[in-house]
């Protein structure tokens, strides 16, 4: 289990980034950061395994975070003609 907490971008439209709960914002890497812009708290969740999520596999999202600090969600890619 982790306790992680969601942000939006303001910038990108449909982007979330799921951090841990105590990650420290300033430390993400400054591209993500740039790329990003500004962010708004969504939601603090428990993060397990277990846990469904609405586009993503939440085994995934954990070990993407433990990997690299963060699990960045960007909007689903639109279906071509």
């Known amino acids: 289990m982790m306790k ?4 939006k971008s303001l910038r990108k439209q449909d982007t979330y980034l799921y ?13 993500l950061r740039q790329l990003l812009g500004k962010t708004s708290w969504v939601m603090d969740l428990e993060l397990t395994p277990e846990t469904r999520l609405a586009r993503r596999n939440a085994e995934e999202v954990l070990a993407t975070i433990a990997r690299q600090g963060f699990y960045l969600q960007l909007p689903p890619a639109k279906a071509s003609l």
């Open 19 to 31: 951090v841990e709960k105590s990650a420290c914002l300033d430390e993400l890497p400054q591209d």
């Open 4 to 7: 992680c907490a969601v942000y």
